[in-house]
């Protein structure tokens, strides 16, 4: 749960399978592609974040609280300092029932959530939000330095990139999701025109034109 991959490794949180000795829950775990065994940062055997977002070069974590532990109320929270400390955010604008959080790479004041009624995104750091889509259940955040991408479902699935710049939403290709919707969204780091989706019913496609065509690579969680 909250699994966010970043520029050196990742970050995680949830429960620990049948064979780890890790403590149930495992609060907030640190992954380095040169380590291998996860850190402890905040909260082991305390709390789960089902939804986390962290940056991917600034490391900035943002974690909506669901139940109260030794430091949090329930609420949205932060940390600058990897988890060693924690500041709770007034998320004025917030819609309800909260499924992902997305941070900035760089500018830790931008974030996006993800909700029952659609995407919503503060540039003051969580204090106030504001609503960028349209009525939905919103999914799939994925920030690049100067763009957005989410998923949305209103009936039908489908996918915008979102520009700050100018606050425009622009509907962006599929493949036929029939009863499915996106559910996360990855881009290439220095193609603008490749990136992957993971839909709700496990499957994942990729593009290497912005969606002019997909290639099925995972297809309900079979390989092709």
């Known amino acids: 749960m909250g699994f966010t991959v970043v520029e050196d490794g990742f970050y995680t949180s949830g429960h620990p399978g049948e064979q780890s000795d890790l403590p149930n829950p495992i609060g907030i775990q640190k992954g380095e592609v040169t380590q291998e065994d996860l850190a402890s ?50 998320a ?13 790479p760089d500018d830790e004041s931008l974030v996006a959530v993800a909700g029952a009624t659609g995407i919503y995104l503060s540039d003051d750091g969580g204090e106030k939000f504001e609503k960028v889509s349209d009525q939905g259940q919103g999914s799939g955040l994925y920030f690049t330095e100067d763009k957005l991408y989410y998923g949305l479902y209103t009936g039908e ?48 496609y990729l593009t290497e034109d912005s969606g002019g065509s997909w290639e099925l690579i995972l297809d309900q969680g079979q390989t092709k």
Not at 92 to 104: M, N, P, R
């Open 157 to 204: 699935p489908s996918m915008v990139e979102y520009n700050w710049a100018d606050q425009s939403n622009k509907e962006l290709p599929l493949p036929d999701l029939s009863e499915d919707a996106v559910m996360y969204i990855s881009k290439h780091g220095t193609n603008e025109e490749e990136y992957a989706i993971f839909t709700i019913k496990g499957s994942s």
């Open 92 to 104: 004025d604008g917030l819609g309800e029932k909260i499924f992902q959080i997305a941070v900035h």
């Open 41 to 90: 940062l905040a909260f082991e055997g305390e709390s789960d974040f089902h939804a986390m977002g962290v940056g991917a070069r600034n490391h900035v974590i943002y974690v909506l609280n669901q139940r109260p532990n030794s430091e949090m109320e329930q609420g949205l929270y932060k940390s600058t300092d990897d988890g060693e400390t924690w500041e709770e955010i007034a």
